[in-house]
């Protein structure tokens, strides 16, 4: 490890897919799993290195894994597309934002930044004087960000017809919410240790990787260790596992993957 390289860790706070798992009102062996590994929250990271807490996604789930996790602080967070499950959380990052001086960056693509402003007018607005709102400021979406000492690195995706961002920072890469990867990102991902990937479910989706399609992309890029997230109730953790490579893991909420950091 170089001098500019940094211990991080990827903290995943939430490995399941839209619904979450179980998901209500399912009977299934995968929702009524006594396996913690099973309970999926909402999918979304955070990125922790020296004393930061730098989020990816605020899905509908941010207060529970925060509280699960001990999350006491933020410094950022950055958007990969504006559906439902990724953006829901922005609402509760009002407590963590009154504790700075500066307002806490959101980092979003223009069509997200849309959503976000029109579904949290309240937050955005110059008018509403209420004390209490979240103290964010939305801030475009660079091809790269330098936070704190690590570069974050747009890495775009295809989620269905929805371009969705991923991304890379130091030796790690955050890819949710895709279908497929095009050609221009794969420069993108070289030399990983760490990959985590969209694989919803054993069967073909219209806008999300699969295991199989998931598999061969970890086949190409060719990280040292690969994660895959977004899950549904298809998956019982102890089923599929052991029918992967010893290269090729399911992530699970709560899960903590160390990396370096580095500026580009
Ligand atoms: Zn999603
Ligand atoms: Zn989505």
Redesign the pocket.
Known sequence: MNATMMNATILMLGSG??MGVPTLGCKCRVCTSSDPRDNRTR?SIAILYGERCVLIDSGPDFRQQALREGIDHLDAVFYTHP?A??ILGLDDLRPLSFQGKEKIPLHADAATAAVLERMFEYTFSDSNKYPFKARVSLQPLADVTHLFGIDFLRVPLLHGELQTAGFRFGSAAYL??MSDIPESSFPLLENLDVLILDALRLTPHPSHSHVEQSLKFVERIRPKQAYFT?MSHEILHAEVEPTLPPSVRLAYDGLRIPFAGAPC
């Open positions: 897919t839209s999918p559906h499950d990724h949710t919410d977004h």
